[in-house]
């Protein structure tokens, strides 16, 4: 093999699908955060290279731009969180599941799912009373009110709820969860 006919590791069907013209993407598991949280990211991204650019070759930096990247970069967190719920892809102490009895570990799932939906709803109140206090405090160096970021990261937990909602009631319904299938996969190794 010669060094131009290497593509790097593990890329050969990958590569292959990517190159097949009648692929079309599957769009269908992003919801509406997903693509808000897209555009916050992007948003931020120009945002750091303008401040880049003005810094670093201009020699002049634009003194908003690092401060509305900080307020992005919390955007996207908060709004890509309810990603992570809606995938079950938080961290999570999966450990504790492999060597628990099975009968607790049955009995524990549920009990997380009910103590996420918990913790996220008062952190979503929570957020909600900070945002109103600070509608009266102005951002550092553009002249709006600080309850913009904090009434987004608002939004961000009222989505994570409302993803923790369903994804308990799926694992309800299904009468399983993935800690219980990483419990099944640990067993079986």
Known sequence: MK???YIGPNLGEAA???MDDEAEP???DYRIEDWVTLAFF???AIIVFLQFFTRYVLNDSLAWTEEIARYLLMCVGFLGGSLAVRRYSHIHVEFLY???PGWMARALSPLVDMIRIVFFAYATWLCWLITKI???QPMVVIDWPMSIVYGICTLGLAFMTL???QVALKNRRTGSSPLLKVREEGRHQ
Do not use: C, E, F, K
Request: hydrophobic share 50%.
């Open 16 to 18: 292959i699908g990517v």
């Open 42 to 44: 992007w948003a931020m």
């Open 3 to 5: 060094d131009d006919d």
């Open 134 to 136: 600070m509608r009266t």
């Open 163 to 165: 993803r923790s909602i």
């Open 98 to 100: 492999l060597y628990m």
């Open 26 to 28: 599957d769009l269908s």
